[in-house]
Every structure is written in C-alpha cells, then in structure tokens.
C-alpha cells in the first residue's frame, strides 16, 4: 500500500486514506478497546509520547516487565527520535516521507473542509468518546 500511496499527492493521499482505509481502522479500534484484556494491554497516544517520550516509553517498558534503567531508556528514545530517523527537526516537512513532520496536530494544516466532513462522518464518534474531541463540533 505504500508504494501505491507513494503516487497520490498528499491531498489525493488523505482521500484514499479516508475512502479505502479509516472505517476498517475504526472499527478494528473499537474492537479491540471493546475487547482487551485490561492487565495483558495498554494503551498510548503520540501526544504523550510527543510530551513525555522518557515517562511514556518508562511507563510502556514496565508495562511489558522491561527492567531498563532511565539511561537505557534514554538511549532507546534518542535513537528513534524523530531527528534520528527521518534526519530533520521536527516542524521540518517532507512531503514525500511517510513521518511529514513530527508535529501534533499537523491534521489541522492539511485537511481540507471536506476531509474533516469525511472523518467526522467515519472516525467522528470514536475520537468523542477517545477524548481527541470534546463533541462533533471540532474542525477546522
């Protein structure tokens, strides 16, 4: 898929994504939140790990009985920075790369009114009841 992706300019992209991909997305979420096991899953967003990748990846690794001490976690979130894997701060976009910017929030600077009617209608209800959105007002 993504070397097909590749050929679609971004807003052709996020068209494709939102036709062919984000309601099978939505309810394989809903699935599996539905149905996981409390103490055998977790649960993360990037806007926490975007906020606090040493907790967050701390918190994730004890999750997984993990005995890292704070500098081998660290080590491991530097490693897989956004810098370090895509050679560009974040903010910097690449239109071409699958991680544009490394950005949270980025949404709101590429998506049109449509895309936002389309999510709304797909993902709307599911990003309610994540707390991504306080009610089916949000947009642009």
Request: aromatic residues 10%.
């Amino acid at each position: 898929l993504h070397s097909q992706l590749r050929s679609l300019n971004l807003e052709e992209g996020i068209d494709y994504y939102i036709e062919h991909i984000l309601d099978y997305e939505v309810r394989w979420i809903r699935d599996w939140r539905n149905h996981r096991h409390p103490e055998l899953s977790t649960e993360t967003r990037y806007e926490t790990l975007r906020g606090g990748p040493l907790s967050e990846f701390g918190r994730l690794a004890g999750f997984f009985g993990l005995d890292l001490t704070d500098a081998q976690i660290a080590q491991i979130v530097d490693e897989n920075s956004f810098q370090k894997r895509t050679q560009r701060r974040p903010g910097t976009e690449d239109r071409g790369a699958h991680a544009r910017k490394g950005v949270v929030g980025d949404w709101r600077n590429v998506f049109l009114p449509r895309h936002v009617d389309a999510f709304k209608r797909s993902a709307g209800e599911l990003l309610i009841e994540l707390g991504y959105e306080k009610d089916g007002r949000w947009g642009l």
